[in-house]
């Protein structure tokens, strides 16, 4: 992935360019706290009160364990590149690095296009899906999805290797350069092309049956107001994929089949491919969380809660402080440390019980078309 950033860098083609060592690091340090943030409030809103059983729930939860793991195995060390003249972790990072990178982002993909899936069965057939659509399936196609990164990731443990380039250490691809090539068309076919089809083909079909349909129960407005509302969420999560990764699958593309020289203005373009792509882990939580008002209600829970909680402690130090004073004022009286304020301090750490997946749970005891637009609405 980093192929020639670590040649201009050992070639001494930057020696004279110093803002982005600078620069760079600050916007990749901006993405790990975003990234890092985003999709752990997305675990803890999942987590916390055992709100991973249905489909929707696994799948946006395995999406952000994907992200996550991808933006702290990615990121901290991409940064490195731009800031140290050379690779620092030794052999074994070198390897397990860039293998976790490539696993998280097959991950990633494939979640997505499983997720599009799951959506386009809910939404085309909710009552017909039922059976299909189990938590017990969703982990079978978690596991598989996993099994199936950790395949198209696994050449890359011997992908790169560390040795000595221009008096630097640095971690580069050691296969020869026909093997390098089919391997990244590979990777550009199985983890973009394909999953991108996929999501365009649902999709698609998706919006294609909401725009079409008609609710022969509920209002026109309250018919139409869905459909705009699941479009473009549709819409947001097929574009947003699409061109984060285009970028980066761009220029390997020119790399091999076209005219890509090693110099200051393809460094540029290869940074900034690499920060899109990684952003795409960012805006994930945004596009499958805070469009949700039930996931916003438990970001609002988990601040609430700390926020308590550090009230609560500051609370309990100044009692236990004002006991110990008089005490030392006056060691005939007997006083009585105050306990903190009860378990009440805490209810309101509890997350809404029914997450942005609580419609489709109501639908199943609905009417058919009442469960429809329901359901469309998260």
């Known amino acids: 992935m980093n192929s020639s950033l670590a040649q201009l860098n050992a070639s001494g083609g930057e020696a004279g360019w110093q803002p982005e060592s600078v620069l760079i690091p600050l916007v990749y340090s901006l993405i790990f706290l975003l990234g890092t943030v985003g999709n752990s409030l997305v675990l803890a809103v999942l987590l916390r009160n055992g709100q991973v059983n249905n489909t929707t729930n696994l799948f946006i939860l395995n999406l952000g364990v994907a992200d996550l793991c991808f933006i702290v195995c990615c990121v901290p060390f991409q940064a490195t590149i731009y800031t140290l003249e050379g690779w620092v972790f030794g052999p074994f990072l070198c390897k397990a690095v860039h293998f976790l990178i490539y696993l ?4 990633s993909s494939f979640t ?22 189990t938590p017990r399936n969703a982990l079978t196609a978690i596991c598989l999805i996993w099994g199936l990164s950790f395949i198209f990731s696994g050449p890359y443990l011997s992908y790169y290797q560390e040795f000595q380039m221009a008096n630097l250490t640095v971690c580069h691809p050691i296969w020869k350069i026909s093997q390098r090539k089919i391997m ?4 550009f076919i199985f983890s973009y092309v394909i999953p ?43 574009v947003l994929f699409c061109l984060c990764w285009l970028p980066h699958h761009l220029i390997i593309l020119c790399v091999w089949f076209g005219y890509f020289p090693l110099n200051h203005a393809t460094y540029v373009l290869r ?14 939580p945004i596009v499958y969380a805070l469009v949700s008002k039930h996931f916003r209600k438990g970001f609002k829970k988990i601040f609430n809660c700390l926020l ?13 402080t004002n006991t110990v004073s008089t005490l030392e004022a006056d060691l005939t009286e007997v006083t009585h440390i105050s306990e903190p304020p009860p378990a009440r301090i805490f ?8 997450p942005w997946g609580e419609t489709e749970q109501l639908g199943r005891q609905q009417k058919v078309a009442s469960s429809f637009i329901t359901f469309n609405v998260t």
């Open 271 to 284: 940074i900034l491919s690499h920060l899109i792509s990684y952003a795409n882990s960012c805006v994930n």
């Open 104 to 107: 998280t982002m097959y991950a």
């Open 347 to 354: 209810t309101s750490c509890q997350v809404p019980g029914q």
């Open 196 to 238: 991108v089809l996929i999501l365009s083909l649902t999709y698609m079909r998706t919006i294609r049956y909401l725009w079409t349909s008609v609710d022969p129960i509920e209002d026109m407005s309250e018919s139409k107001k869905a459909k705009r509302k699941v479009t473009r969420m549709i819409i947001i999560v097929a």
């Open 308 to 320: 308590h909680k550090k009230v609560a402690n500051k609370v309990h130090v100044a009692q236990v």
């Open 184 to 187: 990244d068309i590979c990777t």
């Open 112 to 133: 997505l296009a499983t997720v599009s899936l799951d959506r386009y069965l809910a939404i085309r057939y909710p009552l017909h899906s039922r059976e299909l659509r």
